[in-house]
């Protein structure tokens, strides 16, 4: 391989206080809460909309919001939830909290508060780089089809779920230790599935605590049909509600890939999609209740579980997570089980929580970075409590605390890792946070 030196001269399109990158669960909640503060607020999504991994991903249902039945998650991430369901877009489980959603009006209602705050979006646009000056994070620079461009910033959050811009900016990540990521998997929509069966009816709502909503008779039959069908790995399989009859997403493909790496990742692409029709397939000749369906949606992107996290000023590990340790300054929670999915086998380790545990908001900063902040998936956490703060609800409460953070940074002006701690707290708490 040999290399080019580039050089090009970049106009600078917008100034900001805060410029979030990634438009996921995180991202939209992180730049929403940040407006809302009073902070000028840019959003740089790569996609045409938002929602990352729930809605380019079809990753059903949004997990938790609720333990023992009492809503743990406030704010502006379940005002988000509520609002979704008034326009029949959710529905929320009973006991957990688990949110089943329609991905279209997903988009829609993302899109009207982040307007609606005063967000400005940069869509279809690329984080491809970020200029570092004196140890300070002033410009990211995005690619669209108005050519390179930069952004700049007071305060930048991370929220690619890849940790993008840390990585760019050059901040530690955490160590892999000789383990393999979690494997990718492509979710799909199978339309035509008589959802009114038993086993499909009980399989697509996620609502019990302490047990996996995987369905546990169609996994068995398939397990045993591996010499007689020709069957790629498969986990799960995991049946959601898209709050249609007849409509199901499933999650059943996986594949070993670093999602960082961009041949892997299209490697594993293009294997993933043949599998959703191989899979697809082996359910219909098999099963009644897949007897007619057909594949009505394969997700815009592989699904992923783990790649980068930064090394932050704290790093959360499983021991603390599993003794739901509290700091004192805990931002956000994470109530879904530690898990591990195996990339080589269709295994999984398990293990749910007795309580809700926390996230300290010195997991969301990394030393000597005084206008970063990470959320949800890039945050700082072990395997371990990374494998249960992954989910979309526990991004959402880091994005809004990122948000919130970023703008009482910029009210202040001082580096993140002087904000204040009291004042950020009683800012959640007046956005509705139940800290
Ligand atoms: C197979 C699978 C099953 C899962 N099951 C569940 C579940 O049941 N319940 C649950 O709640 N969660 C589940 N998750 C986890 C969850 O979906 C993600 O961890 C969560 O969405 C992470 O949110 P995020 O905002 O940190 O990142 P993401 O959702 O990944 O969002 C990141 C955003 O940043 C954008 N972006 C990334 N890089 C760039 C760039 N360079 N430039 C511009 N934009 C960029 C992306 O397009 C995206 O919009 C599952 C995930 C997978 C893969």
Same mark, same amino acid.
């Given at each position: ?366 030393? =000597?970075? *005084?206008?970063?902040? @990470?959320?949800?998936?890039? #945050?700082? +956490?072990?395997?371990? /409590?990374?494998?249960? &703060? ?22 202040? =002006?001082? *580096?993140?890792?002087? @904000?204040?701690?009291?004042? #950020?707290? +009683?800012?959640?708490? /007046?956005?509705?946070? &139940?800290?």
């Amino acid at each position: 391989m040999h290399i080019l030196t580039i050089q090009k001269s970049v106009p600078v399109v917008g100034v900001y206080d805060v410029v979030v990158c990634g438009g996921g669960p995180a991202g939209f909640i992180a730049a929403v809460t940040a407006a809302r503060e009073g902070a000028q607020t840019a959003l740089i999504e790569r996609f045409g909309f938002l929602g990352g991994m729930a809605t380019a991903g079809y990753v059903t249902p949004i997990s938790e919001f609720k333990f023992d039945d009492a809503v743990v998650i406030g704010g502006i991430p379940w005002e988000f939830i509520q609002r979704l369901e008034a326009m029949g877009g959710a529905f929320v489980e009973p006991t957990i909290g688990n949110v089943a959603f329609d991905p279209e009006l997903y988009k829609l209602c993302a899109q009207r508060m982040a307007l609606e705050a005063g967000v400005h979006l940069y869509m279809n646009s690329y984080l491809s780089g970020c200029v570092r000056q004196d140890g300070v994070i002033r410009q990211a620079i995005i690619e669209n089809k108005n050519g390179t461009e930069a952004v700049e910033g007071r305060y930048f959050i991370d929220a690619t779920g890849d940790a993008d811009l840390a990585h760019l900016a050059g901040v530690p990540m955490q160590p892999m230790n000789g383990e393999s990521l979690q494997p990718l998997s492509t979710y799909f929509i199978l339309q035509g599935v008589d959802t009114d069966s038993p086993i499909i009816r009980e399989a697509m709502h996620h609502s019990k605590q302490g047990e996996n909503c995987h369905c546990l008779p169609i996994r068995e039959r398939l397990l045993g049909m591996t010499k007689t069908e020709d069957l790629p790995n498969f986990g799960g399989p995991w049946f959601c509600t898209l709050l249609r009859d007849g409509a199901v997403t499933v999650n059943m493909t996986r594949a070993a890939a670093d999602a960082c790496d961009n041949r892997d990742y299209t490697r594993a692409e293009c294997e993933l999609r043949e599998d959703v029709f191989r899979l697809t397939d082996v359910l219909r000749r098999n099963f009644e209740e897949f007897r007619n369906c057909r594949v009505a949606g394969v997700s815009v992107q592989a699904g992923i579980r783990e790649t980068r996290r930064i090394r932050g000023v704290h790093t959360i590990t499983g021991q603390e997570y599993l003794s739901a340790v509290h700091y004192p300054d805990s931002i956000a929670h994470g109530m879904h089980p530690i898990d591990i999915h195996s990339s080589q086998q269709g295994q999984q380790y398990t293990h749910f929580l007795d309580r809700p545990s926390y996230v300290p908001y010195r997991a969301l900063i990394a030393p =000597d970075y *005084p206008n970063l902040l @990470a959320a949800g998936r890039c #945050l700082s +956490a072990d395997r371990q /409590a990374f494998a249960s &703060l992954r989910v979309q609800g526990s991004c959402m409460e880091m994005g809004q605390a990122a948000g919130a953070a970023a703008a009482l940074c910029a009210q202040e =002006d001082v *580096p993140v890792q002087q @904000a204040d701690i009291f004042r #950020l707290l +009683a800012r959640l708490r /007046a956005l509705g946070a &139940l800290l």
